[in-house]
C-alpha cells in the first residue's frame, strides 16, 4: 500500500478524465495479487495471453487465487 501514498499525489492529475477509473484499475489488480503473495508481473505475464487464447468459461482459472494454485502444485 505504501507505493499508493507515495503516488498518490502524482495521481492527482492523471492527465484526462478517463484516465482515473483506469489507473484505479490497474492498481486493484496489482494489489489484490500483493495481498495473495502472488507476483503481480510473473503473474500478469503468464494470463494476460490466455485471456484472449481461451474459452470464457475458462476464466475462474486464471484468477490469482487459482494461478497460484496452479504454480505450487
Known sequence: MRPIA???RNWLHPGEETAGPKIA???SIV???RRLDV?????????????????????DELTPSAWKA???R
Open 6 to 8: 507515495l503516488g498518490r
Open 25 to 27: 484499475a490497474i492498481i
Open 31 to 33: 494489489e489484490t495479487r
Open 39 to 59: 507476483r503481480p508481473r510473473e503473474d500478469l505475464a503468464d494470463v494476460l495471453p490466455q485471456l484472449g487464447a481461451g474459452p470464457i468459461t475458462r476464466v
Open 70 to 72: 496452479a504454480r505450487t
